[in-house]
């Protein structure tokens, strides 16, 4: 049996029904997303570098909506959690799906706009 992970759980929980917007998440915030975009009717979603292993494959088999995108790191092209994106890539038509040459994990996320510098330096999030 699948579970799913602690915190998906738990943000899963929350009433998401007023959020009808579209919805973006990095990680395992997209793996949620991905979830969650059917529970609030999310007219799209943007998923950065989504966990998709950490999905239940009749998560995955759902897919997102048609007017979303999918962002990813050059680093994940070769993660051996791949087979999990592509088949959530699979299972949703219409998604633009992208990826960032040159890019780490924390490339493709917020952490550069909060983060002192230094911190996104070495979390590979800008440049030095």
């Avoid at 602690?6 to 990680?27: M, N, W, Y």
């Avoid at 059917?38 to 897919?63: I, K, M, N, Q, Y």
Wanted: hydrophobic share 40%; glycine share 6%.
């Amino acid at each position: 049996e699948h579970h799913l992970c602690p915190c998906i759980k738990l943000a899963l929980e929350r009433d998401f029904t007023s959020l009808h917007r579209p919805q973006v998440g990095h990680s395992f915030g997209a793996a949620t997303v991905a979830i969650a975009c059917r529970r609030v009717r999310a007219p799209a979603v943007v998923l950065l570098d989504p966990w998709a292993f950490s999905l239940a494959p009749e998560e995955v088999a759902r897919g997102v909506p048609p007017a979303s995108l999918c962002v990813l790191c050059e680093a994940w092209l070769e993660s051996e959690e791949r087979h999990a994106i592509d088949a959530l890539l699979g299972s949703s038509p219409g998604i633009v799906s992208l990826y960032a040459p040159h890019t780490r994990h924390q490339s493709v996320s917020d952490t550069s706009t909060w983060a002192p510098r230094l911190v996104s330096e070495r979390m590979g999030g800008v440049g030095k």
